[in-house]
């Protein structure tokens, strides 16, 4: 996999951290990689929809590092989204982190919602990023997984139309810093620290279906 330069030094943080991921959050991550490799064993698609509340941050991130490092580690046939609660916008901080990590973006338009495309390879086709609601139209409407990025979607929402299952895959909100000295800091703290979780689950994955074919 050919990905651009900037994104592999990036990876060397990420491998770091994914050292430290503690033991309760290993426990919820292995069953999610077993639902993962299940589905790909049994030869059907993966989808997976990452919810929060606005869909600006935690759910873009761990959409688009889910959809990295499905192709990073050859997980075929995994379909990453992401949505809300409520509809905002795509939040500019959490792009320009991407972008500072090695991922390209661009916007498709200049309105409150911008649809942007996010590339991390020349191989593989960009990844189409606005905020929605979990259940638009441009997302799965059954057989995904929830994942909850955000406690406060995970308890608005006790039941996701359509959802075969559930994992509260929860992450603290960067938008506490907002304009604040350390905004840059936390914002790539929290997308390596999400990024390091996917790597984990998806390589996991890779070596269940590996184990099993």
Same mark, same amino acid.
């Given at each position: 996999m050919n990905i651009y330069p900037k994104i592999e030094q990036t990876l060397l943080a990420v491998k770091s951290a994914a050292i430290n991921i503690p033991s309760e959050r290993i426990e919820l991550l292995d069953? =999610? *990689?077993?639902?993962?490799?299940?589905?790909?064993?049994?030869?059907l698609p993966v989808n997976l929809i990452f919810i929060c509340t606005?869909?600006?941050?935690?759910?873009?991130l761990s959409q688009i590092w889910g959809q990295f490092?499905?192709?990073?580690?050859? $997980?075929?046939? $995994? =379909?990453c989204s992401s949505g809300g609660t409520e509809a905002t916008a795509f939040n500019p901080r959490a792009v320009k982190c991407l972008?500072?990590?090695? =991922?390209?973006?661009? *916007?498709?338009?200049?309105d409150t919602n911008p649809v942007y495309s996010v590339t991390y390879s020349d191989e593989y086709q960009p !990844?189409?990023?606005?905020?929605? $609601?979990?259940?638009?139209?441009?997302n799965p409407r059954k057989d =995904?997984?929830? $994942?909850?990025?955000?406690?406060?979607?995970?308890?608005?929402?006790?039941? !996701?139309p359509g959802a075969e299952k559930r994992f509260p895959v929860r992450y603290e909100d960067p938008k506490k810093f907002d304009?604040?000295?350390?905004?840059?800091?936390?914002?790539?703290?929290?997308? !390596?620290? !999400?990024?390091?979780?996917?790597d984990y689950l998806f390589s996991k994955s890779a070596a269940i279906i590996g184990g099993n074919l």
């Open positions: 069953k =999610f *990689a077993q639902y993962i490799a299940d589905k790909r064993i049994k030869g606005h869909n600006s941050r935690r759910s873009h490092f499905a192709g990073f580690y050859g $997980v075929h046939e $995994v =379909f972008k500072d990590q090695g =991922f390209r973006t661009t *916007a498709g338009s200049d !990844i189409k990023c606005f905020s929605k $609601v979990y259940d638009h139209p441009e =995904f997984a929830a $994942v909850m990025t955000c406690s406060d979607a995970d308890e608005a929402c006790p039941f !996701i304009d604040t000295p350390l905004e840059e800091e936390k914002y790539n703290e929290r997308s !390596i620290q !999400i990024a390091s979780e996917m």
